[in-house]
């Protein structure tokens, strides 16, 4: 399995940005699919952007035009640019990786698609 380490997270007021960083610990020649979720109290975890090996992106409908998925990979660091932000999107926010695995290739959205997951990190949007 993949190791994963989330930060960036914070509190802010709506409308304020923040931006997510989870480091990845993997070997220079694997590949993976990685992603962004995020749970809120009492809810459950759902995905909200995915990136594949080839960089193609993939956005939940509630945060299409406001967050941006991106990675560096020769920092093996995944990022989430959110902006806009609004209480709604208080969670906790996780990110997680697999191998292109079929599962994960038609669903990089499915909390069981992956395998790997980092210990999430806390955001918090005030009105």
């Known amino acids: 399995q993949v190791q994963l380490v989330e930060s960036g997270g914070g509190s802010v007021q709506t409308g304020g940005s923040l931006r997510l960083s989870c480091v990845a610990s993997?070997?220079?020649?694997?590949?993976?699919?990685m992603a962004w979720f995020r749970q809120a109290p009492g809810k459950e975890r759902t995905g909200i952007a995915a990136?594949?090996?080839?960089?193609?992106?993939y956005y939940t409908n509630s945060v299409k035009g406001r967050f941006t998925i991106s990675k560096d990979d020769a920092k093996n660091t995944l990022y989430l640019e959110m902006s806009g932000l609004n209480p709604e999107d208080t969670a906790e926010y996780y990110c997680?990786?697999?191998?292109?695995?079929?599962?994960?290739?038609?669903?990089?959205?499915?909390?069981?698609?992956?395998?790997?997951w980092g210990q999430g990190t806390q955001v918090t949007v005030s009105s």
């Open positions: 997680a990786a697999e191998p292109p695995a079929q599962r994960v290739r038609h669903f990089p959205l499915m909390v069981a698609a992956y395998n790997s």
């Open positions: 993997v070997h220079s020649d694997s590949t993976y699919y």
């Open positions: 990136i594949d090996p080839d960089g193609k992106t």
